[in-house]
């Protein structure tokens, strides 16, 4: 599950918990998605998931 932790006018940072930590989906007013993890491996394993694609989905379609 994804949950909205902090938000501002430039910004929205949503967690994900995944196996072996979390992601920070830092999502721009622009639309753009940046992501964060306290370490590579889980955004690597991450970016390779369905989870990954569903996300960059919702949150390009949410207004």
Do not use: P
């Not at 932790?5 to 072996?20: C, D, F, L, P, S």
């Not at 979390?22 to 590579?40: D, R, S």
């Amino acid at each position: 599950m994804i949950e909205l932790i902090a938000e501002n006018q430039e910004v929205r940072i949503y967690r994900y918990n995944t196996v072996g930590g979390w992601i920070n989906v830092y999502q721009f007013k622009n639309g753009e998605l940046t992501f964060g993890a306290g370490k590579a491996s889980i955004l690597n394993r991450f970016e390779k998931t369905h989870v990954y694609d569903r996300v960059c989905k919702v949150l390009t379609h949410k207004k």
